[in-house]
């Protein structure tokens, strides 16, 4: 049985008030050149909320009921919290566990899929943290597994396709969900570069990567999952298709497409009546769900005549933080791969990440933990 001190929940970060957006947007851009006009463009983003992103209350909610469900379970592990890019910052995090006696952690990076910011990059900060603190060797991190296609964070997308479908069928009397509604299942659009770099080479993903792969791969169950109203066996034929949001990098880097709002622009030409915006590649409600769906893509589907329902992400839904904790146990009880419970074919993925895996082609490889060089 492993032995760990500590859970350490590892989130992004986002600014907890107006004097703290730019600084935070430093944070997250540093060593991009990347100038103050368009940070002050993205800002406009947490602006608009009072300067407050709503994913720090969210990981402290997460926090609170993963020490809960740990503690209803008989496992004696503290949960401790920090972030990338600002504070309770990781480094200062890391520190702290040390002081306490806590030089075993078992890290929850707050994403889901493989690619270099949702994972290496996770994996980069704390192994930078334990140089800046002095704390290497002394301090040991492993990571859970990326749990893209655990039950635990499929099933709430589950439930809520299937009630989005019910609220379509509401708002739009006599509407036919297998040819005039379309789910769009979104995520954040990377580079191409680093796409093409997630997961393992030696799968062999082709265009898109690993990143790609396993999001058309949960798409695919929870599609298969949907059944008529009234009718346990036959199977919708809602269309379906994986779009992409949040872009950031310049015009002439390819990222990934379709963006969301191009997508919603050709539906009505194709006599879709309605979507269910589905936030695939998120764990709650933060500002790229808050602004880019329910502001832009809402507003983008007003504008084309579309009726949208989004469906909530899994946040702290029960299904998601027991299966978290599930994941906790799988490293502490050693679970062999094959009991490991995977929704797609794809998984379960790897406790340790494999060789080279998520490059960020443009940095290199910085040193990491949780995974084999480089």
């Known amino acids: 049985m492993a032995q760990y001190d500590a859970v350490l929940l590892a989130g992004f970060g986002g600014p907890e008030g107006q004097d703290d957006v730019i600084p935070f947007l430093r944070n997250v851009t540093g060593g991009r050149g990347i100038p103050e006009e368009r940070l002050e463009v993205v800002a406009k983003h947490y602006r608009h909320y009072g300067g407050i992103s709503p994913i720090n209350d969210q990981n402290r909610v997460l926090k609170a009921a993963l020490q809960v469900e740990l503690s209803r379970r008989g496992i004696d592990l503290p949960v401790i919290w920090g972030n ?10 890391i520190s702290e566990a040390h002081e306490a006696g806590q030089n075993r952690l078992l890290a929850i990076a707050t994403s889901a899929y493989s690619s270099y910011s949702g994972c290496r990059q996770y994996r980069e900060d704390f192994a930078a943290a334990l140089s800046d603190k002095n704390l290497t060797g002394t301090v040991h991190i492993d990571k859970i597994r990326q749990f893209f296609d655990h039950p635990g964070f499929v099933d709430p997308f589950i439930t809520g396709v299937t009630q989005g479908l019910k609220d379509v069928a509401l708002a739009v009397p006599g509407i036919d969900v297998d040819t005039e509604v379309e789910i769009l299942f979104s995520t954040h659009s990377i580079p191409m570069t680093d796409a093409n770099k997630s997961g393992p080479a030696e799968r062999g993903f082709g265009e898109g990567g690993a990143y790609a792969a396993q999001h058309r791969a949960v798409a695919q169950v929870i599609m298969d999952s949907l059944v008529e109203p009234g009718d346990d066996e036959a199977k919708l034929r809602t269309q379906w298709q994986l779009v992409y ?20 622009a050709l539906l009505p030409a194709r006599g879709i009546r309605a979507v269910i ?15 880019d769906l329910d502001n832009e893509a809402l507003e983008t589907s007003e504008k084309f005549g579309i009726t949208a329902v989004r469906v909530p992400t899994p946040g702290v839904s029960p299904d998601f933080v027991s299966g978290l904790v599930d994941l906790i146990e799988e490293r502490l009880n050693d679970t ?26 443009r940095l290199g490889f910085k040193p990491a933990v949780a995974g084999m060089a480089p």
């Open 84 to 93: 990338r890019n600002w504070a309770p910052y990781l480094r200062d995090t």
């Open 245 to 264: 949001q949040s872009r950031s990098g310049p015009p002439s880097m390819p990222w990934l497409e379709p963006d969301i709002n191009d997508a919603i």
């Open 277 to 291: 915006i589905v936030p695939l590649g998120f764990v709650s409600d933060h500002m790229e769900v808050l602004w």
């Open 336 to 361: 062999p791969v094959e009991d490991r419970p995977a929704k797609t074919a794809l998984g379960p993925w790897y406790d340790v990440c494999r060789p080279g895996c998520c490059e960020n082609v």
